[in-house]
């Protein structure tokens, strides 16, 4: 099971870690991914990261302003958030890459139940 949390209330212009902890399998070994879903629209790729660490892969909309990162010691899955913007309000899912793209959702076979972040103007 993948487990996510951090999420909460924020100003535009602050920050946020979300935590995604995994238990019963471990991750170490997988492609490690974030999405997010805002109300109405389909889940969309936030980042990625590779089980070695030394590949990260971001979206546009977040790169110079997010880092996705990880502790294998502790299975746990990171997302460090800063200079958050309103548009950066969602559900934030963790997920375990299957294979092919990973900027695809489907291409991930295991999720966390989501936390959600939300941004204030």
């Known amino acids: 099971q993948l487990q996510a949390s951090g999420g909460g209330l924020v100003q535009a212009g602050g920050s946020l870690r979300l935590s995604c902890a995994a238990s019963g399998r471990t991750f170490s070994n997988y492609i490690m991914g974030w999405f997010r879903q805002a109300p109405g629209k389909e889940r969309e790729f936030v980042a990625a990261l590779t089980w070695t660490g030394s590949d990260t892969y971001y979206a546009d909309s977040v790169k110079g302003r997010f880092t996705i990162s990880k502790d294998n010691a502790k299975n746990t899955l990171y997302l460090q958030m800063n200079s958050l913007k309103p548009e950066d309000t969602a559900v934030y899912y963790c997920?375990?890459?299957?294979?092919?793209?990973?900027?695809?959702?489907?291409?991930?076979?295991?999720w966390g139940q989501g936390t959600l972040v939300t941004v204030s103007s």
């Open positions: 997920a375990r890459h299957a294979g092919a793209n990973i900027y695809y959702s489907s291409s991930y076979n295991y």
